[in-house]
């Protein structure tokens, strides 16, 4: 005879294990699995909910005097051929799914959608960052993202000096589809006789001087001081 007590214990355990796992669903990523001991208690909540429904399995079979199960995977077997499987298969599905839920976190960084240059600019980048607040340095009015048509192809550049009629286009990527772009891009530059600087990843090390140069090829800068590109601040000779 099936022992109704044992098998309402075995549910009893699996409800409050659910109940235990509740807490986490709030959890962030990074926060999770940080901390090993929440790691570990998630996964004994999930491997005894796993036991749960297949010491009921074992029961019914054993009980029932149905045929010895080698496996687990035949135990289900039996019991789908005797069809009183469908409660069990049911609890294991919702484990699964807490299981893949819960123990399949990754970490996913949190990351800025833009930065907030000091000229109110919004921007993708950090290097972007840098390069917008120098232009407001230097005193040089600059529209950020502007759109140009050459030839019926509109080129979105980075920046363009309206009184100066110059594009600056910061290459911060890298990538064989990136390359193609910034190949076709600069050809469309060229195409319409527009002026353009290029500002590359690297020249960030220095971009004062480096972005300095270059503007200097087509207009004069007078304003030589270097600032914070965060905060704003005046930086000393050790900068």
């Known amino acids: 005879m099936i022992d109704k007590n044992l098998i309402q214990g075995k549910i009893d355990l699996i409800e409050k294990d659910l109940q235990f796992l509740k807490q986490y669903e709030s959890i962030q990523n990074e926060e999770f699995l940080n901390n090993y001991k929440d790691i570990q208690a998630v996964k004994y909540s999930l491997f005894e909910m796993i036991e749960a429904s297949i010491d009921i399995a074992s029961h019914i079979i054993s009980i029932k005097g149905f045929e010895r199960a080698e496996s687990y995977a035949e135990m289900f077997e039996i019991l789908g051929k005797k069809n009183i499987f469908v409660f069990i298969i049911i609890i294991l599905l919702i484990i699964v799914f807490l299981l893949k839920k819960l123990l399949s976190k990754e970490i996913k960084p949190t990351r800025p959608s833009g930065f907030k240059c000091l000229d109110g600019h919004i ?54 589809k990136y390359e193609n772009r910034k190949k076709e891009k600069i050809k469309l530059y060229q195409k319409g006789k527009l002026k353009l600087i290029s500002i590359e990843e690297a020249m960030l090390s220095d971009i004062y001087s480096n972005l300095k140069n270059q503007l200097e090829n087509y207009i004069e800068i007078n304003n030589l001081e270097k600032h914070c590109p965060n905060c704003g601040n005046k930086l000393d000779d050790r900068f």
């Open 123 to 176: 921007v993708k980048s950090k290097g972007e960052l840098i390069i917008d607040n120098n232009l407001k340095y230097f005193g040089i009015q600059h529209e950020y993202e502007s759109i140009v048509n050459v030839y019926g192809n509109k080129i979105k550049s980075d920046w363009y000096l309206p009184e100066y009629e110059l594009y600056i286009e910061y290459w911060g990527f890298f990538g064989k």
